[in-house]
């Protein structure tokens, strides 16, 4: 007999996803508001998102953004995806450890990170700059990477790797050909997922981002002080919209990675 949920369980979501959900969505209305005022609705327009990509400091701002973004998610992939792998065939005791150092930064609150990297660098005699935030991406974007691939890791058997080191290829030719189209999804969702908190990143980024290394969300933040503007507004839209396509489009290669290899068959 099927199980019926109450209907408070119901009425209880609806509300959590209503607290979570409305502010983004007034954000989003209040972009197309012909006014300056956000508690007034005086039309339709999208005058603020012209304005917005004829603003200097803003596109700065965004060049920044996208530069520490890319290099960082790079890097990060990398060597997330060479931690995962060489940890596979660690013993017990020693992927434990090491599990527990390389989940430490999804873990640890944002403002310890960021401050401690920001010692780091005074005690390095490290300038702060576009190189200081890149490195404290890679920092953290290293553990998403490596939780996603390591994901992916344990679901797959070792049959395939052996049986072709058994028909005589090398570690190399084991690793382009049977390991890494298996493992690509997850690199792929774990490359997008660390673009994605790269540059959303704002509590981090505040920490070590020097004078002319201001990123987007330093920039937003720098703005609303000053009160919430339209074109404020329209800048949050785009990035909410940039941040769940490519969180959708990491779900999406994940889960059609995990169907692919679900009805996989071995060719006889």
Known sequence: MKK?????????????MAFIYVPIIMIIIYSFNDTRLSGNWEGFTLDWYASLFENRHVMEALMNSLT???????VSTLLGTA???SLRNLGRKGRTGMNGLLYLPVIIPDI????????????LNIPLGKTTVIIAHITFSLSYVYVVVTARLSGMGKQLGEAAQDLGATPWQTFRYVTLPQIA?????????????????FMVSF????PSSTTLPIYI????KRGISPEINALCTLLILVSIT?????????NRGNGQKKHKTLPI
């Open 221 to 224: 933040y720098a703005q609303v």
């Open 207 to 210: 920490f070590v981002a020097g």
């Open 246 to 254: 490519l969180i959708l489009l990491a779900q999406y290669i994940l």
């Open 112 to 123: 310890i990170m960021g401050l401690s990297l920001l010692v780091l660098f005074s005690q």
């Open 68 to 74: 520490v973004a890319v290099i960082s998610t790079i």
């Open 83 to 85: 931690a995962a792998l």
């Open 185 to 201: 999804p997850g690199i792929i969702s774990g490359a997008l997922i660390a673009f994605t908190l790269s540059l959303d990143d």
């Open 4 to 16: 019926k949920n109450h209907p408070l369980l119901g009425i209880h979501s609806f509300l959590m």
